[in-house]
């Protein structure tokens, strides 16, 4: 994934976590960021964060401090674009 990249969201469930998320299983987003994120308690991953969306500042009673803090990478797949095929007309 890479900005710019249209991605649709597999799975918006925190368990746990009772703020909304904002993200949505089924809908498609645009990716604005991808890269590296570590979270001080679910350490490593490799994060986007989405045009559509800002998290804004992380401080609520559920939050961790961060600001517009990425999304895991793993909640989202690529949408692939149909080829289109040309279609070669027949002279007879």
Known sequence: MK??????CTNDKFPG????QLIREGEIYTVR???TFTHYVDGT???VKLAEID???DNDSDGFGYDDMPFRADRFRTVVQPKVEKQIE???
Do not use: Q
């Open 3 to 8: 900005p710019g990249d249209k991605v649709v």
């Open 17 to 20: 976590i009772k703020t909304d």
């Open 33 to 35: 960021w991808a890269g």
């Open 45 to 47: 991953f490799f994060g």
């Open 55 to 57: 998290r804004g500042a």
């Open 90 to 92: 027949e002279t007879v």
